[in-house]
């Protein structure tokens, strides 16, 4: 019997042409939801993104078992900017959770993420994120947190990001770790119109950042999602291209929320933004030179490397 009570979460996710990757994400979602008893409280929506491949066929063989997915799809082609904006608007939970295709949920994270909401009652939800590749987790607690935290204002959420460079990306410009009232969401989300650009690639998280939207944030010490690697498929295929685009979308992204958060974003930050651009024109600027690919390769490793030898250090 289908029920029609308000579901608390609506787990969304844009897919095109991922139905192997599709098939994981979601089958894992079942299995909790099945198991702890959350058919109630849970319901899974996809829309698929032009129907190029067998997603269809695959997705109503649970739409048949199970009420709670709900299934669209589209003969056109949305693209990945305006598919997040569309698959929001086909939400009826109290909060919207933005999930991409090919990344997995973490064990227990749907259970764990209720108990949260039910206590802290958030406006807003980052979730903790681990890598993996393949079958092996590469890395864990991308946050680095031992405890969940709560920030009454965006000020103070900022605050927290000033000490967070090497992690602010699961922060502003990433998907699945991503949990908001679908009011607020709605509320809001006009402004993805305003900001109708292809460099605007998170058009989930604007209406936070490019908004004077009042409200308060949960942090999750504990992962919500296990981030698959090395496959962005929506991305330019010529390396060169990928790169230089990368670069517009993230001086345009960084640069608009600096812009509209002027005041109330600490100096760290600021200086963090600026410093990003700077690396961004020298990025772009050494990819005109002969072999230059192959020195941002280069400097990519060695920046990775940097990288993984603080985390060992402040581990230690």
């Not at 008893?37 to 849970?42: A, M, N």
């Not at 807003?124 to 607690?141: A, E, L, Y």
Request: a positive charge; one cysteine or more; glycine letters at 2%.
């Amino acid at each position: 019997m289908i029920s029609f009570k308000i579901k608390i979460v609506s787990i969304c996710i844009p897919t095109f042409r991922r139905m192997r990757f599709l098939e994981q994400c979601i089958s894992r979602m079942i299995k909790e939801i099945e198991e702890e008893s959350l058919q109630e409280v849970f319901e899974i929506v996809v829309f698929n993104d032009n129907d190029a491949d067998d997603t269809s066929k695959m997705i109503k063989k649970y739409i048949s078992r199970y009420h709670y997915i709900r299934y669209f799809e589209s003969k056109k082609r949305y693209g990945l900017r305006h598919a997040i904006i569309h698959v929001a608007s086909l939400a009826r939970g109290k909060y919207i959770w933005f999930f991409s295709d090919d990344d997995l949920p973490s064990d227990n994270a749907l259970s764990m993420l209720l108990t949260r909401i039910k206590k802290f009652k958030p406006d807003i939800v980052f979730g903790n994120v681990d890598d993996f590749k393949g079958r092996t987790i590469v890395s864990k607690n991308a946050f680095k947190l031992k405890n969940d935290i709560f920030f009454r204002h965006k000020k103070d959420f900022f605050v927290f990001l000033g000490d967070k460079f090497f992690s602010i990306t699961y922060f502003i410009s990433y998907i699945s770790n991503f949990i908001i009232k679908r009011k607020l969401y709605k509320k809001y989300a006009y402004i993805n119109k305003k900001y109708d650009s292809p460099y605007n690639m998170t058009p989930l998280v604007t209406p936070v950042f490019y908004t004077n939207m009042h409200c308060n944030f949960l942090i999750l010490s504990k992962s919500v999602v296990l981030r698959r690697i090395e496959n962005e498929s929506w991305a330019l295929k010529d390396p060169k291209e990928k790169i230089m685009f990368s670069t517009k979308v993230s001086n345009y992204h960084f640069g608009n929320i600096q812009k509209i958060n002027f005041k109330i974003i600490p100096m760290k930050l600021h200086l963090y933004f600026h410093f990003h651009r700077i690396k961004n024109y020298c990025i772009n600027s050494v990819l005109q030179m002969p072999f230059g690919f192959q020195v941002i390769n280069t400097y990519t490793l060695i920046e990775n490397f940097f990288y993984q030898t603080l985390i060992k250090l402040k581990k230690a």
